[in-house]
Nanobody, 125 residues
Framework: QVQLVESGGGLVQAGGSLRLSCAASERTLDRYATGWFRQAPGKEREFVAAISWSGVSMYIADSVKGRFSISRDDDKNVVYLQMNSLKPEDTAVYYC??????????????????WGQGTQVTVSS
């Protein structure tokens, strides 16, 4: 059972930046597709970004395109979500997820097998 642990969340002012990290309990992230999702209070969980197991393909939600980016450090077995120009509407719990096989649909939470506990991101106006 792969365990994922997110870190890097916190409180930031609008326009600021945060970098979230997703670490795995086993050396798996260079063989798994990894995604970031978020869930704001009263809303459904939504896709934010994903990276294929090869690290070649990356997918970014339209709502964060141009502001967020996803990357992976295979030496550290960590996937990052760099968030710039943060807005109050980015406030949510951010979750890391991993899929043992390449997802047919990276944007769907149902494709992913393992999930972290989430890290809170709060953007003040």
């Amino acid at each position: 059972q792969v365990q994922l642990v997110e870190s890097g969340g916190g409180l930031v002012q609008a326009g600021g930046s945060l970098r979230l990290s997703c670490a795995a309990s086993e050396r798996t992230l260079d063989r798994y597709a990894t995604g970031w999702f978020r869930q704001a209070p009263g809303k459904e969980r939504e896709f934010v970004a994903a990276i294929s197991w090869s690290g070649v393909s990356m997918y970014i939600a339209d709502s964060v395109k141009g502001r967020f980016s996803i990357s992976r450090d295979d030496d550290k077995n960590v996937v990052y979500l760099q968030m710039n120009s943060l807005k109050p509407e980015d406030t949510a719990v951010y979750y890391c997820a991993a899929d043992r096989s390449n997802p047919h649909n990276y944007y769907s939470e149902y494709e992913y097998d393992y999930w972290g506990q989430g890290t809170q991101v709060t953007v003040s106006s």
